[in-house]
């Protein structure tokens, strides 16, 4: 990916979380501040009218600059969690105009590091993170084992996807969904499923 997929796949993110801004939404009124699409869709609002102020910066430009828009747009936690995500990855893009899976894996962990650091949460908390790291254990394990392209982008997906339904299985450990204790079981976390339509939208610009 070089700097203009990066800003394209930026494009195509926001307008997922706009189509799907109803969908997290309803995710959130079942067991948190029931606001989770409509604040992404803020934040990402904001990047689409700033994002041709980034054409021709470095991926890291390009990411740190997201960062800020998120923090300052988005309410609740959502907004500093993802904030500090695009911020740690936009770290090791610094100054690279294009990104090999080298630099990818090194994003996708600085970013799950910060969301961690930031959160204070740990994967099993019923949160983004439920998503996010075993699609970089997918991820990871596929690029030492050479996966051919087709194959390592299935794996990961699969373990997106797994690890949005996973937490309908467990009880939350964070947030207002924490104060619903066992309630909270049976109900997906609207976090883990703004991260896998994330991860996907990025995959799918990838496969183009």
């Given at each position: 990916?070089?700097?203009?997929?990066?800003?394209?796949?930026?494009?195509?993110?926001?307008?997922?979380?706009?189509?799907?801004?109803?969908?997290?939404?309803?995710?959130?009124?079942?067991?948190?501040?029931?606001?989770?699409?409509?604040?992404?869709?803020?934040g990402f609002s904001a990047i689409v009218?700033?994002?041709?102020?980034?054409?021709?910066?470095?991926?890291?430009?390009?990411?740190?600059?997201?960062?800020?828009?998120?923090?300052?747009?988005?309410?609740?936690?959502?907004?500093?969690?993802?904030?500090?995500?695009?911020?740690?990855?936009?770290?090791?893009?610094?100054?690279?105009?294009?990104?090999?899976?080298?630099?990818?894996?090194?994003?996708?962990?600085?970013?799950?590091?910060?969301?961690?650091?930031?959160?204070?949460?740990?994967?099993?908390?019923?949160?983004?993170?439920?998503?996010?790291?075993?699609?970089?254990e997918a991820y990871k394990a596929g690029?030492?084992?050479?996966?051919?392209?087709?194959?390592?982008?299935?794996?990961?997906?699969?373990?997106?996807?797994?690890?949005?339904?996973?937490?309908?299985?467990?009880?939350?450990?964070?947030?207002?969904?924490?104060?619903?204790g066992d309630r909270s079981i049976g109900?997906?976390?609207?976090?883990?499923?703004?991260?896998?339509?994330?991860?996907?939208?990025?995959?799918?610009?990838?496969?183009?």
């Open positions: 990916m070089d700097n203009n997929n990066l800003v394209k796949t930026i494009n195509s993110i926001a307008k997922v979380i706009k189509e799907n801004r109803a969908y997290l939404t309803d995710l959130d009124q079942a067991i948190g501040d029931g606001d989770h699409g409509i604040n992404l869709d803020r009218d700033k994002i041709e102020d980034l054409n021709d910066k470095d991926c890291g430009n390009i990411l740190s600059t997201i960062a800020m828009i998120l923090i300052s747009k988005v309410g609740g936690a959502s907004g500093p969690l993802y904030g500090t995500a695009f911020m740690r990855a936009g770290q090791i893009a610094k100054g690279k105009y294009s990104l090999n899976n080298e630099d990818g894996l090194a994003m996708f962990d600085a970013a799950i590091s910060g969301i961690i650091s930031r959160g204070k949460a740990s994967r099993g908390d019923k949160t983004m993170l439920d998503t996010l790291i075993p699609a970089y690029v030492e084992d050479n996966l051919d392209k087709e194959n390592l982008i299935q794996n990961i997906l699969v373990a997106a996807k797994n690890g949005v339904d996973y937490t309908k299985t467990v009880a939350a450990k964070k947030g207002r969904a924490n104060y619903l109900h997906q976390d609207p976090g883990a499923t703004s991260s896998y339509l994330i991860i996907k939208t990025i995959i799918d610009n990838l496969a183009d």
